[in-house]
């Protein structure tokens, strides 16, 4: 039985609305429009989440400014969330929930609104111990590490694992994930100072600015990385692959340049693998199979959220000033909320 499918429809909320991408920075206030929403209907199998707070992540403010080709309009951005539910199969109501999506917000009206509907199938429960703008940052970051080093892993306790640009989100989220797996972890950062980490074990600094590759091999006994998580793509590219072990995997989620330097030769000798990973590819479901094996880790300590400063927490109808941030490199995570 479905519950609170026409009761409320008349309640009010807010949400974001882009009918067009934005041509440049300064358009943003322009192409984010901030718009009453009635409480939607839901059909059966459905669910209508209430957004307490949802991350803004770079790839809802690209598709805004139209770097996303998979990015439909109009929409509501927004690709992760933490809620209540408060609509669907009554034994579902008042549920604790948070989530993220390749197609939320890019394809599909996303959680940068007070209304989120969902399947069924797409729920996961909040982990007890996270507030809700703590859940609602998680998403995209863990997600991604998570699949990476999936697809390359599984990761071993003794693994060498090294995370090239691990002061941003996605890189403490990999560096978590392979300390908690038990590995070596070495990092490169931009500056030490903006590293947060986080990590359930310590890691290792190398220096970015010097030969950090050779600095690996020596501090492992020649051996090198076993993985090698690039969040950075092309800079880091021909040193990553020297610092790569005998069939280490290197691990790509984005890039500056397109084209790189390839030695085919110490390829094919290193019998190296190269994976790409691109959430945007998972759908709501895949988001939810990977956050509820994550769930225990968060709740027992192995896994910590990325901090959520009152600094960093927008209200919906600032939501330009939120994206603008993201863009420019804010070293924290940035969270949406409404009123409750």
Same mark, same amino acid.
């Given at each position: 039985?479905q ?9 009010l ?25 009635h ?21 809802d ?25 408060i ?9 604790e ?8 917000g ?35 970051p ?24 691990? =002061?941003?989100?996605?890189?403490? /989220? *990999?560096?978590?994930? &392979? +300390?908690?797996? #038990?590995?070596?972890?070495? $990092? @490169? ?17 190398? =220096?970015?600015?010097?030969?950090? /590759? *050779?600095?690996?091999? &020596? +501090?492992?006994? #020649?051996?090198?990385?076993? $993985? @090698? ?7 880091y590219f ?9 069939l ?44 509820n ?19 960093n ?22 969270v ?5």
């Open positions: 039985m519950d609170r499918k026409n009761s409320d429809a008349s309640k909320g807010k949400r974001l609305r882009v009918y067009a991408k934005a041509e440049s920075v300064e358009a943003l206030h322009d192409r984010l429009h901030l718009e009453d929403v409480m939607p209907l839901i059909a059966e199998g459905q669910v209508l989440i209430e957004v307490h707070a949802s991350g803004v992540n770079p790839s403010v690209k598709a805004v400014l139209g770097a996303m080709p998979h990015a439909v309009w109009p929409r509501t951005p927004g690709r992760d969330y933490a809620g209540t539910v609509g669907g199969a009554a034994h579902l109501l008042g549920r929930v948070w989530g993220s999506g390749g197609e939320a890019i394809r599909l009206d996303g959680a940068h609104s007070k209304y989120l509907v969902l399947a069924e199938t797409d729920l996961s429960d909040k982990p007890i111990n996270l507030t809700v703008e703590e859940a609602g940052a998680v998403g995209v863990f997600v991604t590490a998570f699949e990476g080093l999936r697809e390359a892993g599984p990761v071993k306790s003794g693994d060498i694992v090294l995370i090239l640009g691990a =002061n941003g989100k996605v890189g403490q /989220a *990999a560096t978590q994930l &392979a +300390a908690a797996a #038990g590995a070596q972890v070495f $990092i @490169v950062a931009r500056s030490s100072g903006m590293y947060r980490g986080f990590a359930s074990a310590p890691v290792t600094m190398l =220096n970015s600015d010097g030969d950090w /590759a *050779a600095e690996l091999r &020596a +501090a492992t006994h #020649g051996h090198g990385a076993d $993985i @090698v998580f690039n969040t950075v793509g092309s800079p021909e040193m990553a692959c020297r610092a790569m072990a005998v280490g995997r290197q691990i790509f989620i984005s890039t500056i340049e397109r084209s790189v330097p390839f030695d085919i030769f110490a390829f094919y000798r290193g019998r190296h693998r190269f994976i790409g990973i691109d959430t945007l590819a998972l759908n709501g479901r895949d988001a939810t199979t990977i956050l094996d994550l769930r225990p880790q968060f709740e027992k300590g192995a896994l910590r959220p990325f901090p959520v400063l009152d600094a927490i927008y209200p919906l109808d600032r939501a330009a000033d939120a994206y603008k941030a993201v863009l420019l490199g804010a070293p924290e995570r940035i949406l909320t409404q009123p409750r």
